[in-house]
């Protein structure tokens, strides 16, 4: 594996949910079933993750977040480092300045 994260990023851009939305309540939209929402402050820095769970979605507080410039070996050891419930979890590709770009799939970065 060499590279960046930049050239590791999963299309089409994922799904996103505002925070202010999520904790009034809002639900991620239909459209977005099935796949997982980055949710975004309002610098649209990537704070949180919503992974499709019993029918239902898990949220995930502080995901893993990665500049696109980084290396893929490093971020991938950071990945597998994670505690088994999140391990699994896309990892939040950000531009220079954190605002989210993609998510990278651990599969991806193994490939």
Same mark, same amino acid.
């Given at each position: 594996?060499?590279?960046? @994260?930049?050239?590791?990023?999963? +299309?089409? #851009?994922?799904?996103t @949910?505002?925070?202010?939305?999520?904790?009034?309540? &809002?639900?991620?939209?239909?459209?977005a079933? +099935?796949?997982?929402?980055?949710?975004?402050?309002?610098? =649209?820095?990537? /704070?949180?993750?919503? #992974?499709?769970?019993? +029918?239902?979605? &898990?949220?995930?507080?502080?995901?893993?977040? =990665? *500049?696109?410039?980084?290396?893929? /070996?490093?971020? =991938?050891?950071? =990945? @597998? *480092?994670?505690?088994? *419930?999140?391990r @699994?979890?896309?990892?939040?590709?950000?531009?220079?300045? +954190?605002?989210?770009?993609?998510?990278?799939? #651990?599969?991806?970065?193994?490939?």
């Open positions: 594996m060499t590279g960046d @994260l930049a050239g590791l990023l999963d +299309g089409p #851009v994922a799904p @949910l505002d925070a202010g939305l999520l904790a009034a309540g &809002a639900e991620p939209p239909a459209v079933r +099935g796949q997982v929402v980055v949710v975004l402050d309002r610098e =649209a820095r990537p /704070i949180g993750l919503l #992974v499709p769970e019993g +029918g239902g979605w &898990a949220h995930r507080e502080r995901p893993l977040t =990665a *500049s696109v410039e980084e290396p893929a /070996i490093g971020v =991938a050891r950071q =990945a @597998l *480092s994670r505690p088994p *419930s999140t @699994l979890d896309p990892v939040c590709a950000c531009l220079p300045d +954190g605002r989210f770009a993609g998510l990278v799939g #651990v599969e991806r970065l193994l490939g």
